[in-house]
Every structure is written in C-alpha cells, then in structure tokens.
C-alpha cells in the first residue's frame, strides 16, 4: 500500500471496469487514469478544530488512499463538514495537519487547495444562480486552466481556442453528470437534483485528485438516490479518488470501499462496512437517529 503507482494504461481493463474512456479524454486529456486504490493520497493527521468552547473535531487522523470511496459518516454535528472545511482551507486547523501528496495543505488558500487537486461541493447548495449551466462548470474549469471566464462567456478572438476547449469539457462534463439536456438553463432555474449534479461537474471541472462531497444525496428520494451513487462509483471507475461525506449509513456501505465514523467530533471507527455495520460503537452512536435523516 506504500508504493504509488504509477500503471500501464490496459485500455480493454478500464473499459470492463466502465470506465468512459471518452469523457475522460473530453475532461482531461492530461490526466493519468488509474482505477486501483493505491497509497495515501490525502493524510488527515491529529486534526483539531475548536470553536471557542466547542471541541468540534478532535485529534482526528486518516488516510484517504488513491483510487478509493472513502465513506466519512457520523450523526448530526458529528464534525463531518467541520472536517471538510479543514481539509479544503474554509477553516484553519486549532492543530494537526493535512496532506496531500505527501505535503502539507495547512495555509494555503482555498483556490489554492483546489488547484493542488482537491475540490469539494457543499451541504448548502453553492452555484452562481445567474448564469447557465455549462458556465457554472465554464468557472471550474478555469481554476485549472487558463482560460478566462469573460473569454470563454464572449467569444474574445483571442481566447477562441481554449474557450472551444472549455466549452466542449464544460458540455462532456454535464454529460457525464447526466444534465446535458440542461447545460443553457440559468442554474437557479435547475431543479434540484440537477443542481446537485452541477456542483459535482463544477467540481469536476478543476480536475481534482480527490472529490470531496458533502451530502450530495441530502434531499433525495431513495431511487434518486440509488443514481447519484451510482454516478459516485462511474467517477471512481474515470480514476478520481472520492471522500463521501452521508450520515445514511444504510447508502454509504453499498458505494464506499470504507468508512471513518465520527462521533462528538472524534474518530470512532475506520474499517471497511461489513466491519463498520456491525461495529456496537457504530450501532450505538447512531441509535436515536432517525434510519433516513437526510437533513
Ligand atoms: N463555524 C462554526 N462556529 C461554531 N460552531 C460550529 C461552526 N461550524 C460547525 N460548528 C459546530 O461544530 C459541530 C460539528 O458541526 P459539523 O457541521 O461539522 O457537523 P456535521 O457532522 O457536518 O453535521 P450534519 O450531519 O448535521 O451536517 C457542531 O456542533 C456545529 O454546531
Ligand atoms: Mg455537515
């Protein structure tokens, strides 16, 4: 598990494991595709956040290892978004560290972060209401690229090339996503669940190492559900590593390879689900909760 690897590309493997050979190409032709979970990407060490009196995540440490769904769960206010906003810069750690890569993320700023290859969507809906889809995944793309958000929007001579690069992986994108159909609707005419898969394009779109989402199913019926999971294992499969924040233990087992429970913003439990499902400080931290609190 130390080694990083580094594969040889077996195009007819990644296509029997699903992968979209072609929207990945769309996406990001520069990026190398592996579907094997592999070292640690992302260290979480000691990580400490306290909020004056409120110790809301406490000496936690895992890893996330490359090419894994990594189910991060735990009851309400057990520190799961804290966590997040720890690891992408929202917060400053009070201690401990993140790395990614082997270095450390601490004190970078948030697009910076993003840029190191870590992108995140939010509990709370964030996307630009007043413009399109596909320019909402237009802005993600620029924080990797160098195409210019203006450029792109008013066809400047000059930006003509990298602007049909951006419009063409914007459109792969919300393909892939499975809201093509929507890509010109202002994003706050999009219904919800759409929505929720514009912030997983728009997060796509800076070409990350490691997606982190925050409750992309909070809200969903159980068939909607059953898609977006579906959706989170074909990213896996395009060679992304994934950090799935649900506190429905019942849907993250089915999707995630393993599970790091939090409890009171400590780390109770870290195996894979069968480990985690029978696990009596699992079943105790989550008694009371109501089975499919999406809240
Ligand atoms: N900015 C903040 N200031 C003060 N307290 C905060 C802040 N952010 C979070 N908290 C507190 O930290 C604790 C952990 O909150 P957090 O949002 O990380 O929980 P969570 O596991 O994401 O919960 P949920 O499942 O409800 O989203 C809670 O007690 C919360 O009230
Ligand atoms: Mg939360």
Not at 100 to 105: A, D, H, N
Not at 183 to 200: C, D, K, T, W
Not at 209 to 227: H, M, R, S, T
């Amino acid at each position: 598990m130390s080694e990083a690897i580094e594969p040889e590309i077996d195009i007819d493997a990644l296509k029997e494991q699903g992968v979209d050979l072609d929207v990945a190409e769309k996406v990001a032709p520069e990026r190398e595709i592996s579907v094997e979970v592999g070292d640690a990407l992302v260290q979480v060490q000691n990580l400490t956040i306290k909020f004056g009196g409120l110790t809301a995540l406490d000496n936690v440490s895992f890893d996330i290892n490359r090419g894994e769904i990594l189910g991060l769960i735990g009851p309400n206010g057990a520190g799961k978004t804290t966590c997040f906003n720890a690891m992408t810069g929202v917060y400053k750690p009070t201690s401990g560290k993140v790395l990614l890569e082997g270095k450390p993320l601490n004190g970078l700023a948030q697009h910076k972060i993003t840029r190191r290859g870590l992108a995140r969507t939010f509990q709370n809906i964030r996307l630009f209401g007043e413009m399109t889809a596909l320019e909402n995944v237009v802005v993600g793309l620029d924080a990797r690229h160098k195409t210019s958000v203006g450029g792109a929007l008013f066809r400047l001579p000059t930006h003509t090339r990298e602007e049909k690069t951006a419009v063409e992986r914007g459109m792969a994108l919300l393909e892939f996503v499975g809201i093509a159909d929507h890509a010109h609707f202002l994003s706050r005419h999009l219904p919800y669940g759409y929505q929720r898969r514009l912030e997983i394009a728009r997060a796509l779109a800076t070409d990350p190492k490691v997606l982190c989402l925050d409750e992309p199913a909070a809200g969903f019926n159980p068939a909607e559900k059953e898609e977006l999971m579906a959706l989170i294992r074909t990213i896996r499969n395009d060679g992304y590593t994934v950090l799935l924040i649900e506190h429905d233990m019942k849907l993250v087992m089915g999707v995630t390879d393993r599970i790091v429970v939090l409890e009171f913003g400590k780390k109770i439990a870290d195996a894979v689900p069968k480990v985690i499902r029978d696990d009596p400080k699992v079943i105790s931290a989550y008694l009371g909760e109501p089975e499919d609190d999406v809240a």
